[in-house]
């Protein structure tokens, strides 16, 4: 679900989504003094060396944003039982929203180190293209490690709710709908707007994948698992549709959906062009957009197949 500072709860469901961008946890001075001081040096270091984002850079960053999204679903699984898989002295780098810059620095030490491993060879395209290969490999290696923690700890009955095989079938069908229902989205947007795929390409369609993700986790925890939102304005969306006469039939969670792609097509259509004229700013600016939607779409798919919801 998408984030908000704020709690407001859904009255008429009987759960709630515990999700990365809301119920922000404050951190000890020590804490925000470590993160936020490595968080501006690793920035200026970035900014100092000029690395070029590429369409394969932002690609690369995807599975640091599930990384992200993994490992605050750890924190929530370690809360609630016992013994716990790590030390307390690092609850507070993995609660929310500290949890992404910790993932963001161990990124951009990767990301460094990987652009003096391409710095010897010969053509800068090739040495784009190693820096965003070991940038993305190693993403999806400490993501596939961080989600297999998971899948071993919801094993405990503590921590996984009593539910059915079907229910947690349930998140992959909507991952499988995502992906097509994005297919569909940006062939009917490259119709209406031919440049926009050429211009925005990869970038645009994993940013509209990421938020038609969000959007279908959300209404699947909404409507099918009776699970609550407590976003501030993800849930009056979804409490105004609930009111609407068609909840009885079509549920509350859809006007949400439909909201996130109107919104999505719009960012995709209005900064393709971005992404031709500024290659950096415009991969980096789709990234962050994937971002603030892939995080909060994983957080509910790792809750809801593990049943730790």
């Known amino acids: 679900m998408t984030g908000s500072v704020f709690f407001a709860p859904c009255s008429y469901l009987h759960m709630q989504i515990p999700v990365p961008f809301e119920g922000f946890e404050g951190l000890a001075p020590e804490y925000a003094a470590v993160v936020l001081v490595g968080t501006v040096l690793l920035l200026a270091l970035l900014y100092s060396l000029r690395l070029p984002v590429t369409q394969k850079t932002a690609l690369a960053f995807v599975p640091w944003m599930i990384t992200g999204a993994a490992l605050h679903v750890l924190y929530q699984l370690d809360r609630l039982s016992e013994p716990a898989l790590y030390p307390e002295l690092f609850d507070p780098l993995l609660s929310a929203p500290t949890v992404y810059l910790t993932t963001f620095l161990g990124l951009g030490i990767v990301w460094v180190v990987a652009a003096f491993i ?6 800068t395209t090739e040495r784009k293209d190693v820096t965003a290969r070991y940038l993305g490999l190693i993403g999806i290696v400490v993501a596939l490690a961080v989600t297999g923690v998971l899948v071993w700890r919801a094993l405990d009955p503590a921590v996984s709710t009593n539910i059915t095989a079907t229910e947690r079938f349930i998140p992959v069908v909507g991952l499988v709908a995502s992906l097509l229902l994005t297919g569909i989205v940006y062939i009917l947007i490259g119709t209406w707007r031919t440049y926009v795929i050429a211009e925005a390409r990869y970038v645009g369609a994993v940013a509209l994948f990421a938020h038609l993700f969000d959007g279908i986790t959300t209404t699947i925890g909404v ?52 992404v031709r004229e500024e290659p950096t700013r415009g991969n980096l600016l789709f990234a962050f957009i994937t971002a603030v939607g892939l995080g909060p779409a994983m957080n509910n798919f790792l809750l809801f197949v593990l049943g730790a919801y």
């Open 118 to 123: 391409g710095v010897n060879k010969r053509s």
């Open 223 to 274: 409507d099918i698992l009776g699970v609550g939102e407590r976003s501030a304005l993800p849930a009056r969306i979804i409490d105004f549709a609930a009111s609407l006469p068609t909840a009885e039939y079509i549920g509350s969670g859809w006007l949400f959906l439909v909201v996130k792609l109107l919104i999505a097509v719009g960012i995709v259509v209005a900064f393709a062009d971005f």
